[in-house]
């Protein structure tokens, strides 16, 4: 379909430019006319909506033509490093992150980083950036680089703007805490994601099965079992 493309830009435009607009310059506007709770339902309602948008552009969009083949050893491997470290990142993201919505941020000023956030003070936005441009590396089609681009400015310019919040929020909480840990993820201290590389066993066989079955192309893993039923 001729429009297909420019209708999955507008989605993810509009995806992208709403979430920096209501979760920063427009919210307070929004929560003082919806209320706390009224803002959360209506900030939701078109989150969804335009999530679904995508959704929709995406799969009228053509499939290809692909930049480059994906059926490469080094693509494939790249791939795994990438989206494994990708899922261990969000997992550790989920336990004592100060980011979060709603996360208690007192004492942050005296808290001293450890685990993840050696690594990066924002383990989930970078988890999701960096699962995103695996994705591009072995699905190099442009519905899926548009898609992809979009969500990972999304993540990354939100994940600086989410500094300011903080800081604006707590002062001289978060203030210290962004003295302490970096913003882009310092390599060198992968180690530090200890039991969750382990943890991410699991969650990262699942999700590259998962697309497997809908690519019905093996990815991951589970490229180097062509002949499974797939």
């Known amino acids: 379909m001729p429009t297909a493309l420019p209708m999955l830009i507008l989605a993810?435009?509009?995806?992208?430019?709403?979430?920096?607009?209501?979760?920063?310059?427009?919210?307070?506007?929004?929560?003082s006319a919806f209320g706390a709770k009224g803002f959360q339902v209506f900030y939701s309602l078109v989150a969804l909506t335009w999530l679904f948008a995508i959704f929709l552009a995406y799969h009228q969009a053509p499939h290809g033509p692909m930049a480059w083949s994906a059926d490469s050893l080094g693509l494939q491997l790249a791939f795994d490093v990438a989206g494994y470290f990708a899922v261990?990142?969000?997992?550790?993201?989920?336990?004592?992150?100060?980011?979060?919505?709603?996360?208690?941020l007192n004492g942050l000023s005296v808290r001293l980083p450890t685990t993840v956030f050696l690594i990066t003070r924002h383990p989930m936005m970078f988890a999701i950036a960096i699962w995103l441009a695996a994705q591009m590396l072995i699905v190099p089609s442009p519905r899926?680089?548009?898609?992809?681009?979009?969500?990972?400015?999304?993540?990354?310019?939100?994940?600086?703007?989410?500094?300011?919040?903080?800081?604006?929020?707590?002062?001289r909480e978060w203030s210290l805490w962004v003295s302490r840990t970096p913003f882009w993820p310092d390599l060198r201290r992968v180690g530090q994601l200890g039991m969750n590389w382990?943890?991410?066993i699991v969650p990262w066989l699942l999700v590259t099965w998962a697309e497997t079955r809908?690519?019905?192309?093996?990815?991951?893993l589970w490229y180097f079992f062509p002949n499974l039923p797939y």
Do not use: E, Y
């Open 144 to 171: 899926t680089i548009i898609s992809c681009a979009g969500l990972i400015v999304l993540a990354l310019w939100g994940a600086h703007l989410q500094d300011a919040k903080k800081v604006a929020q707590s002062g």
């Open 12 to 31: 993810v435009a509009g995806f992208v430019g709403t979430h920096f607009l209501f979760s920063h310059t427009l919210r307070p506007w929004a929560a």
């Open 198 to 200: 382990l943890l991410a």
């Open 88 to 104: 261990a990142l969000f997992m550790a993201s989920l336990i004592g992150n100060p980011g979060l919505v709603g996360a208690n």
């Open 214 to 220: 809908v690519m019905q192309t093996p990815v991951g």
